[in-house]
Every structure is written in structure tokens, then in C-alpha cells.
């Protein structure tokens, strides 16, 4: 079910061979299983990228884009200087509606801050995040 409708859009860099586009596409509430015994309810950002005439869809969880930011602010600390700073992690209440906004706008603008860094771009770890297609990386 979307909890947003929302849709941005942005363009990467100045190699037209590797500009990237992302629209943010709302967001989807999700129900997880283990073993039977109890179930996980989490958020997925869903976004739309583009390069050059291929376009593909991505949905990621928050902890994810946590993850990224992370990693890229160790091994590059001087790019992520200027990068939008996501929102802080909460412990409860991450399925309220007013979180999952507030999140999607902040998710939008922290990926869109990234893309239009080529050399961010241009790293395996965010052409990995943003699941690009083979192809589109040669």
C-alpha cells in the first residue's frame, strides 16, 4: 500500500554516458515472516533511475540507505562533506505516516545529493545501491 505518492526528479553529473536520473515513487508498508513464530512490518522507498535511455526501479529500507552512508562517509569522507544528512534513526513509530514522509522527502534529497557528485557516481558501492544494469555500467 503507498504511503506516498510523491515523484521528484534529479540528473547526475556531466558524462552523458553515466548522468543519472532518480524520481522518488512513494513509499510501500511491508510484512516479514520468520519461522512462523512472528512477523516484521517496514518501510521500502521505492525510486525510479534513469541513464540514458534505460530506466529500472529500485526499493530500499531506510537501514539501508543507512548502511550506505556509513560506508561512504568512512572511505569518502572529503565527497560527503556537502551531502544531505538523512534523518535520525528512530527505535518505535517508524510506520507512522508522518515519519514515512518526512523520511521519503529526506531519502529523495540525501540520493539525489550523491548523484550529482560524479565521482560518488561513479563508485561501485552506488552504482551497487542503485542496482544499475550491467550495460548501463560500461
Do not use: H
Amino acid at each position: 500500500m503507498p504511503a506516498s505518492n510523491a515523484s521528484s526528479g534529479y540528473t547526475s553529473g556531466s558524462d552523458s554516458r553515466t548522468a543519472l536520473k532518480c524520481w522518488s515513487k512513494g513509499s510501500e508498508n511491508l510484512q516479514q515472516s520468520f519461522c512462523l513464530a512472528f512477523t516484521v512490518d517496514f518501510t521500502v522507498y521505492n525510486f525510479a533511475i534513469s541513464c540514458q535511455d534505460r530506466k529500472w526501479f529500485i526499493q530500499k529500507r531506510f537501514s539501508q540507505f543507512d548502511q550506505l552512508d556509513t560506508y561512504l562517509n568512512q572511505k569518502y569522507p572529503d565527497l560527503m562533506v556537502n551531502i544531505q544528512r538523512l534523518p535520525p534513526k528512530q527505535m518505535f513509530g517508524s510506520l507512522s505516516a508522518s515519519l514515512i514522509a518526512l523520511r521519503q522527502k529526506s531519502l529523495d534529497a540525501y540520493l539525489q545529493s550523491i548523484l550529482v557528485r560524479s565521482e560518488l557516481t561513479m563508485t561501485e558501492e552506488v552504482r551497487d545501491f542503485v542496482e544499475m544494469p550491467v550495460d548501463v555500467r560500461e
